[in-house]
């Protein structure tokens, strides 16, 4: 045996077309030999085609039971993640102008319903009229001395809440949209590389 070759998985792979999946498109290698490595990168290990449609899963173990027929005189140990999930985002179209300008403006407009719904379900104007009593002694229906500032705090406190001016971050810290879309996709890879897995599925031999 000529040693051990540490295999890790890459969680992602994107590509635009159809083609040969080589061993180093999907998995990071580390060996005492570097000949070794260079030639287990070249390995072809998958052909996508037009029937694999737009999600293919590549899983360490048929990997490395491959490599172990081919390649005897090696030990192959895996670190870190088990699948390689490969999009293919051939039929992929570019988003159309007009509905992202709808979505924008559907979300707008719900966002705006949303919360006048909220403020008119917690009385706010009175509130706001109160606390205008309290602080002066005199009724006012438009406290806008404490309107105006209230809704400016409402849209820098939802800017600083989700971290984010467009494309400026004010911190590395994750906002909780980041955190929720990140669950998300966590959940949805988890599905994908069940689901998708050559290895569960029974009607596929083994």
């Known amino acids: ?47 996508i085609t037009e029937k694999d449609k737009e999600i293919v899963i590549i899983d360490s173990f048929l990997i490395i039971d491959h490599l172990n027929q081919n390649y005897p005189f090696i030990e192959v140990q895996l670190v870190g993640p088990e699948q390689t999930i490969i999009r293919v985002s051939k039929y992929r179209k570019s988003p159309n102008v007009f509905i992202v300008a709808f979505v924008w403006l559907l979300l707008f407009i719900g966002t705006a319903m949303t919360i006048m719904n909220f403020h008119y379900d ?27 500032p209230y809704s400016f705090g409402l849209g820098i406190g939802m800017i600083l809440f989700f971290n984010h001016w467009f494309n ?19 959940s949805l890879d988890d599905y994908v590389n069940y689901h998708e897995n050559q290895l569960n599925d029974p009607n596929h031999p083994h």
């Open 1 to 47: 045996m000529d040693g051990i070759v540490y295999l890790r998985m890459k969680k992602k792979l994107e590509i635009s077309n159809p083609k040969v999946i080589h061993l180093k498109d999907v998995a990071y290698l580390s060996s005492n030999s570097k000949n070794i490595v260079q030639e287990l990168e070249a390995l072809k290990i998958y052909r």
């Open 122 to 148: 917690v009385s706010m104007q009175e509130v706001q009229q109160k606390l205008h009593y309290l602080l002066t002694g005199e009724e006012n229906e438009y406290p806008l001395w404490i309107q105006i």
């Open 168 to 186: 400026k971050r004010f911190n590395e810290e994750p906002s909780p949209l980041e955190v929720e879309i990140y669950n998300y996709q966590k």
